[in-house]
């Protein structure tokens, strides 16, 4: 099968397709064959070596895929070959095939073009996990960080649905925009002085919780941004690994602060994940309550482009790799 393989640890020039052994479907898998695959941050990070994949994961890039199911595993009920189909993966997605446990594998949301599926399971699943396990609840604030991203843009919606109000912070004036139409109460350009700004907006209290996808650097200005029994969930580390917390503000608050990661989750977890998604999100896109905000599609012969348009800070919305 042709999939996009990495030379060496790199710039998007070590991107290349390459003809690779095609996985099979071993008992409790399903085999996909992929139409499309969602573009995310994480890939970029694996390309560049930093993000090594969980092991006895495939090498290859790639952590969400839709497709049709090719062949079903020993012991798999429910799915026949041809019946499309989102999954949500350890690694293996940049792929003409991709085998999987057939927990992370769910039916694609109602309505929704089967390309554009390839990029709504790794952000809906992180979003749903890390409200879940934060505890949002309907009345209280979200501060999502980089609301035109991604997850962002998702977060945003997911937590509008659920009756809270939302904050959020981008980098342009186009992007604030962006964050108003899809419901954002509070949108603060994070080259400004956001923290004071948050907490003018918030008369003083702060927010109940955050999703940070930017790690050390807003480590503290996190933290002086909860309110009282406030939550911190850290996702992402585009701002350093390591940062300094200031134990008196977190415990003056009652503070939390926590951070989780989807792909080194058990598949069993992954699987109570995914069957969430199903459940509670795929009717909210079904329904036009979530939709789907931007997207650009590259054939995955560019993908070395795909990589560029994603850390060029161009970007809105998902970026898709069509098979
Ligand atoms: N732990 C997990 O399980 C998990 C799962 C999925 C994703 N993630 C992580 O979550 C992060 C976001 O993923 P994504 O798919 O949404 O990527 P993305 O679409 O590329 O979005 C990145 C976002 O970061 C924002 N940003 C950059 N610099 C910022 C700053 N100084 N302050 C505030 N926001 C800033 C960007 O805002 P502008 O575009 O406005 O500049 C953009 O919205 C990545 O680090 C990814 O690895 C973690």
Redesign the pocket.
């Known amino acids: 099968m042709r999939a996009v393989i990495a030379t060496e640890p790199g710039g998007p020039e070590v991107l290349q397709i390459a003809d690779v052994e095609a996985p099979v479907a071993g008992p409790g898998e399903l085999l996909l064959r992929t139409v499309a695959a969602g573009v995310?941050?994480?890939d970029i990070?694996q390309r560049q070596g930093h993000y090594p994949p969980p092991r006895g994961t495939s090498e290859i890039i790639g952590l969400e895929v839709s497709g049709h199911i090719e062949a079903v595993g020993e012991g798999v009920q429910g799915w026949k070959a041809g019946d499309p189909a989102v999954a949500l993966l350890a690694g293996g997605g940049y792929a003409e095939l991709v085998a999987l446990p057939a927990g992370q594998v769910i039916r694609p949301p109602e309505g929704v073009d089967l390309v554009t599926a390839a990029g709504l399971i790794?952000?809906a699943a992180?979003v749903v996990s890390n409200m879940d396990h934060v505890h949002l609840a309907p009345g209280e604030t979200l501060l999502t960080?980089?609301?035109?991203?991604?997850?962002?843009s998702f977060a945003i919606q997911y937590a509008k649905g659920l009756g809270c109000r939302v904050a959020t912070?981008?980098?342009?004036a186009e992007?604030l925009d962006l964050c108003r139409e899809l419901g954002a109460d509070i949108a603060l350009d994070?080259h400004d002085d956001w923290v004071a700004q948050l907490k003018e907006a918030t008369g003083g209290r702060g927010v109940d919780v955050i999703l940070d996808?930017?790690g050390a650097?807003?480590l503290d200005a996190n933290v002086r941004s909860l309110a009282r029994r406030g939550r911190l969930v850290v996702?992402?580390?585009?701002?350093g690994i390591k940062g300094e917390l200031n134990l008196n503000v977190l415990l003056s608050k009652n503070a939390t602060v926590t951070a989780?990661?989807?792909?080194f989750r058990p598949v069993e977890e992954k699987a109570a994940i995914v069957a969430r998604v199903a459940e509670t999100v795929w009717p909210l896109l079904a329904s036009g309550a979530i939709r789907v905000v931007r997207e650009t599609r590259f054939p995955v012969e560019d993908v070395r482009a795909a990589h560029e348009h994603?850390t060029s800070?161009a970007?809105?919305g998902k970026i898709i790799l069509t098979f």
């Open positions: 995310n941050r994480a990070l790794e952000v992180t960080h980089g609301g035109a991203g991604g997850i962002g912070t981008a980098g342009s992007k994070y996808v930017m650097k807003y996702i992402g580390m585009q701002g989780t990661s989807l792909r994603l800070g970007n809105a």
